[in-house]
Nanobody, 125 residues
Framework: VQLQASGGGLVQAGGSLKLSCAASGRTFSSYAVGWFRQGPGKEREFVGAIHWGGESTYFQDSVKGRFTISRDYAKNTVYLQMNSLKPEDTAVYYC???????????????????WGQGTQVTVSS
């Protein structure tokens, strides 16, 4: 599975962006998809994830209520909708695909088999 993340950009605080994670090479309907981010000088951190069935999502506390994840099986794409963006959301955002699921496991980078290249999100104050 090859993943391509896109949709990043520069936005003012309070604005919105929608990131896409498109898969090719193999259908990824049987994969959970996680979103991670890495800010300047920081470690990569978990943002949220969606189950392969699409019925469950899970987010880190700092983005709950502001971010949502959805998936379009026909387009083999997962989306991260980010609303009410804050300067601290500035980071490179990565999507990843894996085949394990629990609210503890999906937070770990080592359970994902495939990673996209990242897309920069910059939120100005």
């Amino acid at each position: 599975v090859q993943l391509q993340a896109s949709g990043g950009g520069l936005v003012q605080a309070g604005g919105s962006l929608k990131l896409s994670c498109a898969a090719s090479g193999r259908t990824f309907s049987s994969y959970a998809v996680g979103w991670f981010r890495q800010g300047p000088g920081k470690e990569r951190e978990f943002v949220g994830a969606i189950h392969w069935g699409g019925e469950s999502t899970y987010f880190q506390d700092s983005v709950k209520g502001r971010f949502t994840i959805s998936r379009d099986y026909a387009k083999n794409t997962v989306y991260l909708q980010m609303n009410s963006l804050k300067p601290e959301d500035t980071a490179v955002y990565y999507c990843a695909a894996g085949q394990l699921w629990s609210t503890i496991i999906v937070r770990r980078t080592d359970v994902y088999n495939y990673w996209g290249q990242g897309t920069q999100v910059t939120v100005s104050s």
